[in-house]
C-alpha cells in the first residue's frame, strides 16, 4: 500500500511540473508565436483577401473585445477612409474541433470579400478540403447583412462527406457577421484609435 501512494506521489509531482513548464513555455512564448503566425499564416491570407502586400497590412491589426470574445481585425485604408474589413473568429463545431477563418469585408458595399481558412484540425484529405478554393469561392460577393446557411436554400453547399467542417465553416461566418453588424461603429472607433 506504501509504495501504491508514493507511486500516485511520484506521479502526481511529475505530472504538476509537466504542466507547469509547459503552461510556462507557452506564455513566454505567445508574443513569439503570434509573430510568425501573422507571417506565415495571416499575412498571406490578408494578401489574397486585399490583393496588396501583407507587409502593408499586417501593422493595421487590431483586437477587439465583445461578448466575452477576443476577435484580430485588420483593416485596409484608401486615404484617410478605412473601406476594408478582414475579421477573424473561430467556427464552433468542426469534426475535430473549431475552425479558425478570416473574412474580408468590403465597408463600402457590405459585401464579403473571400475567405480564408487560418487554422484547423480537420481530418486531412476530407474536412482539410474547406481550404479549397472550390469551397471557399462561394463566399464571394455574399451580403453580411443577411445570416449564411448551408444546405437547401442557403447560399453554401456543404463538402460531402464533411458535413461538420462545413457547418462550423457556416458558424464562424454568422459570428462575424454578428459582430460587424452589431459593433461596425465600435471597431471603426478603435481602428482610429489605433491609427492615432
Same mark, same amino acid.
Given at each position: 500500500?506504501?509504495?501504491?501512494?508514493?507511486?500516485?506521489?511520484?506521479?502526481?509531482?511529475?505530472?504538476?511540473?509537466?504542466?507547469?513548464?509547459?503552461?510556462?513555455?507557452?506564455?513566454?512564448?505567445?508574443?513569439?508565436?503570434?509573430?510568425?503566425?501573422?507571417?506565415?499564416?495571416?499575412? +498571406?491570407?490578408?494578401?489574397?483577401?486585399?490583393?496588396? +502586400?501583407?507587409?502593408?497590412?499586417?501593422?493595421?491589426?487590431?483586437?477587439?473585445?465583445?461578448?466575452?470574445?477576443?476577435?484580430?481585425?485588420?483593416?485596409?485604408?484608401?486615404?484617410?477612409?478605412?473601406?476594408?474589413?478582414?475579421?477573424?473568429?473561430?467556427?464552433?463545431?468542426?469534426?475535430?474541433?473549431?475552425?479558425?477563418?478570416?473574412?474580408?469585408?468590403?465597408?463600402?458595399?457590405?459585401?464579403?470579400?473571400?475567405?480564408?481558412?487560418?487554422?484547423?484540425?480537420?481530418? +486531412?484529405?476530407?474536412?482539410?478540403?474547406?481550404?479549397?478554393?472550390?469551397?471557399?469561392?462561394?463566399?464571394?460577393?455574399?451580403?453580411?447583412?443577411? +445570416?449564411?446557411?448551408?444546405?437547401?436554400?442557403?447560399?453554401?453547399?456543404?463538402?460531402?462527406?464533411?458535413?461538420?467542417?462545413?457547418?462550423?465553416?457556416?458558424?464562424?461566418?454568422?459570428?462575424?457577421?454578428?459582430?460587424?453588424?452589431?459593433?461596425?461603429?465600435?471597431?471603426?472607433?478603435?481602428?482610429?484609435?489605433?491609427?492615432?
Amino acid at each position: 500500500m506504501r509504495e501504491i501512494v508514493k507511486l500516485v506521489v511520484v506521479l502526481g509531482l511529475i505530472c504538476g511540473l509537466s504542466a507547469a513548464a509547459l503552461t510556462f513555455a507557452r506564455q513566454s512564448l505567445a508574443k513569439k508565436i503570434e509573430t510568425q503566425s501573422d507571417l506565415y499564416v495571416r499575412g +498571406p491570407a490578408l494578401q489574397r483577401l486585399f490583393d496588396r +502586400p501583407a507587409d502593408q497590412l499586417l501593422q493595421n491589426k487590431i483586437t477587439f473585445n465583445s461578448g466575452g470574445g477576443s476577435y484580430t481585425i485588420f483593416y485596409l485604408t484608401e486615404g484617410n477612409e478605412i473601406t476594408a474589413l478582414a475579421v477573424e473568429a473561430p467556427g464552433p463545431g468542426g469534426y475535430s474541433g473549431d475552425v479558425l477563418i478570416m473574412i474580408g469585408l468590403d465597408l463600402t458595399t457590405n459585401k464579403m470579400l473571400n475567405i480564408e481558412i487560418i487554422q484547423h484540425s480537420e481530418t +486531412p484529405g476530407v474536412g482539410s478540403r474547406i481550404e479549397k478554393a472550390t469551397f471557399r469561392k462561394q463566399w464571394s460577393g455574399l451580403s453580411a447583412d443577411t +445570416p449564411v446557411r448551408m444546405g437547401q436554400g442557403g447560399q453554401i453547399d456543404a463538402i460531402s462527406g464533411a458535413t461538420y467542417s462545413s457547418r462550423a465553416v457556416v458558424a464562424g461566418t454568422n459570428v462575424i457577421a454578428d459582430l460587424i453588424q452589431n459593433h461596425r461603429d465600435d471597431i471603426l472607433e478603435a481602428i482610429k484609435a489605433h491609427q492615432s
